[in-house]
């Protein structure tokens, strides 16, 4: 399979995924159901519409996703679609616009394919954006987004050195776009995440141009066997000397864990 089709579909899996929650999104607000259920649906819809699509159209690859169940058989598999069908759920079940849906296509050891959908953007960000090649506006202190529930503590230590803004926004995929998109000028994360919810993300962010890798600048590596990749930078490429260098002055004392955990176990 070429990977031009592979990325037409993770484009358009992932784009009609992010159009179904929408709608699903604004039927709940609108009838008063609780955040609850349209976390539950929306998470169960969209596996199910994701895998099923995968399923016909490419029966003989694996998928790794955030709501389904693991296998061993990925580890031996050449090709493994790594999804997270709704990211930002906490946002998405409170009514808020910063959510997304990620479809990756991991290939023999390298992200091949991906794509996030922005619904209330009404944008898809995979292997065809515009490189990104602004600079930040001059004396314009470095905006750096951040989980808005779960803002890692090396940020705020890494915000203090620079004497940059942290901009709490939820969902991976949707402050990877924030970059993409010039809104702010990096994404870090530290203290938890899966696999799931950085893989479609990194393969756009790189395709931009931009630099991704793991808060000590190593490379993000993926079907892993423990899918835990719980930290991330994403920035301009000239950005990342400066912020590689205050986050490793951060972390020194910091109490957030790099390293991956070994807690889950494949059946
Ligand atoms: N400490 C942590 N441990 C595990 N997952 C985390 C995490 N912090 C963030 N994540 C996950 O990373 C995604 C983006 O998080 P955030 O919106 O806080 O930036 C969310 O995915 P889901 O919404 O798919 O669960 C969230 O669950
Ligand atoms: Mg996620």
Not at 199 to 207: E, G
Request: hydrophobic share 40%; proline share 5%; charged share 25%.
């Amino acid at each position: 399979m070429d990977h031009a089709t592979d990325q037409v579909l993770a484009e358009s899996v992932a784009w009609h995924a992010g159009e179904s929650l929408r709608r699903l999104q604004s039927w709940a607000i609108h009838h008063g159901v609780g955040s609850g259920k349209l976390k539950d649906d929306g998470d169960r819809t969209s596996q199910e519409f994701i895998a099923a699509v995968l399923g016909r159209l490419r029966p003989g690859d694996d998928i790794l996703s955030e709501e389904g169940l693991d296998s061993r058989d990925r580890l031996s598999a050449r090709r493994v679609w790594i999804i997270d069908p709704l990211d930002g759920t906490r946002e998405f079940s409170e009514g808020r616009p910063d959510w997304a849906v990620h479809v990756a296509l991991w290939e023999d050891g390298a992200l091949a394919a991906g794509a996030v959908a922005l619904p209330s953007a009404g944008r898809v960000i995979g292997a065809c954006i515009k490189q990104v090649d602004f600079a930040p506006p001059e004396n314009q202190k470095l905006r750096i987004a951040v989980s808005r529930s779960r803002a890692p503590e090396v940020a705020e230590r890494v915000a203090g050195e620079l004497n940059a803004e942290l901009v709490p926004m939820g969902s991976a995929g949707f402050k990877t776009w924030a970059v993409v998109d010039g809104q702010v000028d990096a994404y870090l994360h530290a203290g938890g995440q899966y696999e799931w919810d950085s893989a479609a993300p990194v393969f756009a962010a790189q395709s931009a141009g931009l630099h991704a890798s793991r808060i000590d600048g190593s490379a993000l590596t993926y079907n892993e066997p423990v899918p835990y990749l719980p930290d991330l930078l994403i920035c301009r490429v000239a950005d990342s000397p400066l912020l590689l260098g205050a986050i490793k002055n951060a972390t020194v004392n910091c109490t957030e864990s790099t390293k991956t955990s070994a807690e889950r176990t494949l059946p």
